[in-house]
């Protein structure tokens, strides 16, 4: 089964037998969505929380990544009508580099990406996100699996 990296800032969607994965991620967020009945399937790896200014790569925020993703898995067939969505990462990687005034970078992402799916009234099924530790990804089309390998 070929195996389809999704490199910071991007967002990848492709179709069973593949697999989408994503290694050493830290305070990026990992966004995957899965359409069980045409087993195609989309990764966003978003660093940043909100698009600011007239960046052109949508893919680096969450926001306007999510809108990427569902842009991207409806132009491979997909009607997104209930779509298995799951978010991995966002780890705090320095925390004691951290102001204590400030949110780290990692638990804004998750923020913001809950807010963007509850108002598009999409439940999200399943998390592995925060923590001090790094994360790979492996999402299988072929079944919906999504195996998260963490080093500490």
Known sequence: MPEIEAKMATC?????PDVLYVQGVGSCLIVTAYDRGKKIGGML???????????MIKEKYV?????????KMREKGSLC?????????????????EMSNKVNIG??????AVAK????KI??????????????VYFNLA?????VRTRM
């Not at 990848?12 to 069973?16: D, F, G, K, N, Y």
């Not at 926001?63 to 842009?71: E, F, H, Q, R, T």
């Not at 009508?81 to 580099?97: E, H, R, T, Y």
């Open 45 to 55: 790896h978003a660093m940043l929380p909100t698009l600011t200014g007239g960046d």
């Open 143 to 147: 079944n919906g699996v999504v195996d």
């Open 117 to 120: 799916f509850e108002k598009m």
């Open 63 to 71: 926001d306007s990544g999510i809108d990427a993703l569902y842009a």
């Open 81 to 97: 009508v209930s779509l298995d969505i799951k978010m991995v990462g966002a780890a705090n990687m320095f925390p004691g580099l």
């Open 107 to 112: 638990e804004r992402n998750v923020e913001v």
């Open 12 to 16: 990848v969607v492709s179709a069973s």
């Open 123 to 136: 439940k999200v099924s399943g998390t592995d996100v925060g923590g001090t530790h790094g994360r790979s």
